[in-house]
């Protein structure tokens, strides 16, 4: 079947504006989870759902950034007031059940660019 | 301290030999280790898992994990110039969520 779509592939704003990055994971796959990735690191995590739910958000940098996932399938990251230093790539991946042992797998990406 | 420590590299090795990339970690009751290829502009796909201690062999990729001196490596043999990528070393972490990523070795190929 497909894989992790993102979309958009990339997104330039300005600073202050409000961005919304969406994410659609592999079908039946009940895990999903954000990183962001900057230039030169590695994906650093964000927000973890299972199901509807966040498990766990302890990744998310300030309340500037909040992601949902109302129907337990596709999920959107939301960002307020942007800034320049959120310029990255978002990433997101889809997992089977979630937890230690399950394969991650990732989607393209959305390219942030805050002007 | 990070969490995931990675060489940066770059690595370059010549086409056929053997490419060594090495990890270290600070959360001593990670449970799971990963390795992700990384092409440029790409997003990462996974090569490799391994979970206990020993080596785990997949074709021409080994994985190796220590748990008691807190290092996970990959090798691999007989490599290609398409093997030239960005080699993300991955950890979940005790808590069972959260993935932590080292920050990458560069390793080039060359033919």
């Known amino acids: 079947g497909a894989g992790v779509s993102q979309t958009p592939s990339n997104k330039v704003t300005e600073k202050g504006k409000y961005v919304e990055l969406r994410c659609d994971p592999i079908s039946g796959h009940t895990a999903l989870y954000w990183y962001r990735q900057s230039l030169g690191q590695g994906p650093e995590f964000l927000i973890y759902f299972q199901g509807t739910g966040a498990a766990d958000d302890s990744g998310l940098p300030n309340d500037r950034f909040f992601a949902v996932r109302p129907e337990g399938s596709v999920s959107t990251l939301k960002i307020q007031r942007t800034e320049r230093g959120d310029s990255a790539v978002y990433l997101c991946?889809?997992?089977?059940?979630?937890?230690?042992?399950?394969?991650?797998?990732f989607g393209p990406g959305t390219r942030l660019t805050v002007l | 301290q990070k969490e995931v420590e990675q060489n940066s590299g770059p690595l370059s090795v010549p086409e056929g030999a053997i490419a060594s990339l090495n990890c270290t970690y600070s959360?001593?009751?990670?449970?799971?280790f990963f390795w992700y290829r990384q092409y440029s502009g790409k997003s990462p796909e996974l090569i490799m898992s391994i979970y206990s201690n020993g080596d785990k062999e997949d074709g021409r990729f080994t994985a190796q994990l220590n748990k008691a001196s807190q290092y996970v490596s990959l090798l691999i043999r007989d490599s290609q110039p398409s093997d030239s990528a960005t080699y993300l070393c991955a950890v979940i972490d005790s808590g069972g969520n959260d993935m932590r990523f080292g920050a990458g070795t560069r390793l080039t190929v060359k033919p």
């Open positions: 991946a889809s997992s089977l059940i979630g937890g230690y042992s399950d394969t991650q797998y």
């Open positions: 959360d001593r009751g990670s449970q799971s």
